[in-house]
């Protein structure tokens, strides 16, 4: 059975950081684009960064508009994780983060129908 576990939410002021971690575990998806998500009270779950393989050893990060220089993601394909680094957090941050996994490698890929599998989510809540 495959599973995403999320962990590294939290609670914090803004301005400051917050690493989240999803483990895989199941299947690895050595090749398999993944990305992490979010959904904020009220609002539709969005895109907000995501990982493909770019060939040999090469990954590339995609981010959404409102992160970019804000968040790195990264993976570890040894310990079949992806990671997000979120520096200067802001309040509009705010949102159910929810890791997904792609057994495929899909170019840039902001779709959720795009992704096979999805962990419960962590909640990152960001105070003014």
């Known amino acids: 059975q495959v599973q995403l576990v999320e962990s590294g939410g939290g609670l914090v002021q803004a301005g400051v950081s917050l690493r989240l971690s999803c483990a895989a575990s199941?299947?690895?998806?050595?090749?398999?684009?993944m990305a992490w998500f979010r959904q904020a009270p009220g609002k539709e779950r969005e895109f907000v960064a995501g990982i493909n393989w770019s060939g040999g050893v090469t990954w590339s990060g995609y981010y959404a508009e409102s992160v970019k220089g804000r968040f790195t993601i990264s993976r570890d394909n040894a310990e079949n994780t992806v990671r997000l680094q979120m520096n200067s957090l802001k309040p509009e941050d705010t949102a159910v983060y929810y890791c997904?996994?792609?057994?495929?490698?899909?170019?840039?890929?902001?779709?959720?129908?795009?992704?096979?599998?999805w962990g419960q989510g962590t909640q990152v809540t960001v105070s003014s």
């Open positions: 199941g299947r690895t998806f050595s090749r398999g684009t």
């Open positions: 997904a996994a792609s057994t495929l490698s899909r170019r840039e890929a902001v779709a959720a129908g795009a992704y096979d599998y």
